[in-house]
Antibody
């Protein structure tokens, strides 16, 4: 069964860049037709999709975050990454990575999530 | 404010049946498949239903999904204490060109 694991700093200063990596295990990030997504969930709130990438590097981003977001993939490390620039306290949330089969909108595998706090 | 609308909470007694509604629009539920997720406290979401009414392997058949027009529902029968969780609906949104979610419904098993 595919496993995803987020990693990265838990504390980021305002105006700096948030960087997270999702490592995929028990399957190749290049196998099949998958999209690899990032989500976030502020405390006590709902899920927000940030964007996605496939193994070929094709990306889609949430329009409201597009100017600050970059998602990249490293097939040699079986990882994909999120960079969110110019962060503010409003970006404080639990960040999840997840996978979906291309052509579908359901997310079948999720990482455990990692809390990122934006604070000085 | 979430794009899809769910009731904030529902409650029901053990062994009973409960339904959770999810309302959207023509750009999401009306034109695309609905998924449902279960989120236990402090855990990642778990896919319960996809393609409106299909259960992934390993998901109990006490869960079922349906859709009509721009609304969808999740039904849980034979309620158990372990079903206490927050449930989210989701669908692709053609305007966003990405998935949208409901605000989540907290289920309490009395």
């Amino acid at each position: 069964q595919v496993q995803l694991q987020e990693s990265g700093p838990g504390l980021v200063k305002p105006s700096q860049t948030l960087s997270l990596t999702c490592t995929v295990s028990h399957d190749s990030i290049s196998s099949g037709s998958y999209y690899w997504s990032w989500f976030r969930q502020p405390a006590g709130k709902g899920l927000e999709w940030i964007g996605r990438i496939n193994a070929s590097g094709n990306t889609n981003y949430r329009p409201s975050l597009k100017s600050r977001v970059t998602i990249s993939v490293d097939t040699s490390k079986n990882q994909f990454s999120l960079r969110l620039s110019s962060v503010t306290a409003a970006d404080t949330a639990v960040y999840y990575c997840a996978s979906s089969v291309a052509g579908t909108s359901s997310f079948d595998y999720w990482g455990q999530g990692t809390l990122v706090t934006v604070s000085s | 404010q979430s794009v899809l609308t769910q009731p904030p909470s529902v409650s029901e007694a053990p062994r009973q049946r409960v339904t959770i509604s999810c309302s959207g629009s023509s750009s999401n539920i009306g034109d695309n498949a609905v998924s449902w997720y279960q989120q236990l406290p402090g855990k990642a979401p778990k896919l319960l239903i996809y393609y409106d009414d299909v259960l992934p392997s390993g998901v109990s058949d006490r869960f079922s999904g349906s859709k009509s027009g721009t609304s969808a529902s999740l039904a849980i029968s034979g309620l158990q204490s372990e079903d206490e969780a927050v449930y989210f609906c989701s669908a692709w949104d053609d305007r966003l060109n990405g998935p949208v979610f409901g605000g989540g419904t907290k289920l309490t098993v009395l």
